[in-house]
């Protein structure tokens, strides 16, 4: 295996990969060829994403796995399913995309994780962790049912396996006795001990046809002696769980075996081709490297889990030394220097910094997070508060009712997650949380349109499914300023209460270091126009400002979601001829059409324009683009106020 502690910025010369449009050629090769490949796959990896940007770390750490299962496995015949798809990078250079890769995730390119319409290698579209077992048990048993040899694969991280998602599909697998192989790529948590000689060689042993015909023939002959069967399976079980973690997968109704080192490609082709034919659950389990082969990876795997793209850097050319001014020579006057500006915070940092400040005059404050410390800015407030904070791993629905269970103690928890995400744990937020009016915070982070990672992250939906649950408040800021503001009120809010924000950073408006809440269910003017009144939630107040001074329109920040200021929009009703709404928010229940329901409440008749996200998956690409696209940015605002107008005329 090479090593790497640079990424490449020409690309790499990749011999034998080139020959390779899809991965059955892998089933002829010899295990030196099959070594050269993953050399030179993990090089044209490191190229790629250094191009193109994206995730970075999971794939490097699969290099050899991958290589491993297409030349093990008669896929796409055969179904490999990837859990997340953070890993699948390797997975699609391999299977005729590999020139399209330093266009991954950018508008109109490769998509960032295994999606159907893109290629019949990916087998099950992903986005979100924790699918792939149920899925992979779905083509299963789909498989048995239509009487199909077909095999079925699925491989999932050892963070994907701490939701509660995934230990409910294996049950569900080792009931049915489906036959189908799980493979745990093992990166990281402790669940068994690093691999080692005895490990290994217990690996070998379970998984050889010796053993295997052995076992299978012992069964036979056991069944016939009372109670000889059962103790020879029990003796069998122990012995397996003196030297690995065997014993919670064998009570699930799996054969385990491992674990195994997920770099050995010798081990790793040994192993599948030995498994791939037995009937029954299987679970293999692989020991691996994130981010191997890149040195500073390894050496920092979270740091690079995804990468921005690399800029080439051009030569530097000779600069000619000017003489030294001598004093005559110094200019009588100089510009001084502009001072430098700080930059825009992110809005997560809001939070984070936020979350520190209250944490310090509130002791009952407690921070919750699925697996999103670093995405949520959460780093510093586990640090100096680590009694009061909580990583549930990924199990979105314990987080939220974990923290129905503090608030029902008097505590005051907050939940830091992604828009996402929080669908995930929507019936706990109804039920749990909603339901019992529990004091509950949400910092809702990602909302709206993300960018490259496309529409299983998109936030788009929030706002249509938060408003409809009754007693909940929802609030989006237009700025930094309001982002901390809200915090507060949110927070000191007695029930539920969510604070959605974007991606990145803010317009760059001071941040005061107060924490005195802003007021819930009241708008702010900004500007007052004639004939038009735009009421803009949250992030399109800056597109609307722009407008708003295109077309002497009145400007409103409209700051809550729920509860609406009331008085607001019907005084603009009254003084305009036609109200624009916009939200980064499908329009189909979100904001606009509260709006539309209070006037039709009212009786009130004015026109109306609702303007949002489209009733379609809006695609990947750069936050910039797709709001261009869905005719969000200003230009687009516009466009369509005066399409409206002209149609009216």
């Not at 299977?95 to 991954?104: C, F, L, P, Y």
């Not at 939220?400 to 828009?419: D, N, Q």
């Not at 982002?483 to 007695?494: L, V």
């Not at 489209?614 to 369509?640: M, N, Q, R, W, Y």
Request: charge should be negative; include cysteine; aromatic fraction near 6%.
């Amino acid at each position: 295996m090479k090593l790497f502690d640079d990424i490449p910025v020409e690309r790499p010369a990749t011999p034998l990969l080139d020959t390779l449009d899809t991965p059955a050629a892998l089933r002829a090769m010899n295990l030196d060829q099959l070594v050269q490949v993953a050399d030179e796959l993990r090089a044209y990896l490191l190229y790629s994403v250094g191009v193109s940007g994206g995730h970075f770390g999971a794939g490097l750490g699969v290099v050899e796995l991958t290589v491993a299962l297409h030349q093990a496995l008669d896929t796409p015949y055969d179904r490999l399913v990837w859990d997340v798809g953070h890993q699948a990078y390797p997975h699609k250079i391999l299977t005729g995309r590999r020139e399209a890769m330093t266009g991954i995730r950018r508008y109109g390119g490769l998509a960032a994780f295994p999606r159907r319409a893109e290629s019949p290698y990916d087998t099950f579209g992903v986005g979100h962790s924790s699918t792939s077992i149920s899925a992979a048990l779905g083509m299963a048993l789909a498989a048995r049912t239509r009487g199909e040899k077909r095999r079925v694969c699925t491989v999932i991280g050892d963070g994907a396996l701490t939701a509660g998602m995934a230990f409910e599909a294996l049950a569900h697998a080792g009931h049915v006795d489906a036959n189908l192989l799980v493979i745990l790529n093992d990166n990281e948590m402790s669940i068994s001990e690093n691999v080692g000689g005895m490990a290994s060689y217990l690996a070998r042993i379970l998984v050889s046809k010796p053993y295997i015909s052995m076992r299978e023939g012992g069964k036979k002959v056991l069944s016939h002696l009372p109670g000889a069967l059962e103790l020879a399976r029990r003796t069998e079980e122990h012995m397996k769980g003196m030297v690995s973690p065997a014993t919670l997968f064998e009570e699930m109704g799996f054969n385990y075996i491992g674990p195994i080192d997920g770099h050995d490609l010798d081990a790793l082709t040994h192993t599948l081709h030995n498994m791939r034919d037995l009937d029954g659950p299987q679970f293999l389990h692989v020991k691996t490297c994130k981010g191997r082969g890149f040195l500073p990876a390894e050496a920092d795997p979270i740091g690079y889990h995804a990468i921005t793209k690399l800029e080439k850097r051009e030569p530097e050319k000779p600069v000619d030394t000017p003489a030294p001014l001598k004093p005559q020579d110094t200019p009588a006057s100089t510009t001084p220097p502009k001072p430098n500006r700080p930059k825009p915070k992110k809005y997560c940092s809001v939070f984070g910094d936020w979350l520190c400040d209250m944490a310090a005059v509130d002791p009952r404050l407690i921070g919750i997070t699925p697996a999103m410390r670093e995405g949520s800015d959460l780093i510093r407030f586990s640090q100096e508060y680590p009694e009061r904070y909580y990583d549930v791993a990924i199990a979105e629905q314990h987080a939220v009712t974990l923290a129905a269970g503090m608030a029902c103690e008097s505590m005051k928890p907050v939940v830091a997650i992604y828009s996402t995400f929080l669908q995930r744990g929507y019936d706990q937020l109804i039920h749990d949380v909603a339901v019992q009016a529990l004091d509950v915070t949400f910092a809702i982070d990602r909302a709206g349109l993300v960018g490259e990672d496309g529409p299983t992250h998109h936030g788009a939906l929030d706002l249509s499914y938060l408003r409809c649950v009754p007693g909940m408040v929802v609030l989006a800021p237009a700025d930094e300023a309001e982002c901390r503001a809200m915090f507060s009120a949110a927070y000191h809010h007695p029930g539920p209460a969510a604070v959605r924000y974007p991606r990145g950073t803010g317009p760059g408006v001071e941040i005061p270091e107060h924490l005195e809440p802003l007021e819930i269910g009241k708008a702010q003017q900004r500007r007052q126009g004639r004939s038009i009144a735009l009421l803009a939630f949250g992030s399109l107040n800056g597109p609307a400002a722009t407008v708003a001074e295109a077309m002497d329109a009145t400007h409103l920040n409209m700051r809550s979601i729920k509860p609406l200021d009331h008085a607001a929009i019907l005084a603009a009703a009254g003084e305009h001829d036609l109200l624009v709404t916009l939200e980064e928010n499908v329009v189909a229940g979100g904001a606009g059409s509260a709006v539309n329901e209070l006037l039709a409440a009212q009786g009130v008749k004015v026109a109306l324009l609702n303007l949002g996200l489209p009733d379609t998956f809006v695609e990947h690409g750069k936050p910039a683009e797709l709001l261009s696209e869905c005719g969000l940015d200003a230009p687009g605002i516009e466009a369509s106020i005066r399409a409206r107008l002209s149609g009216e005329a």
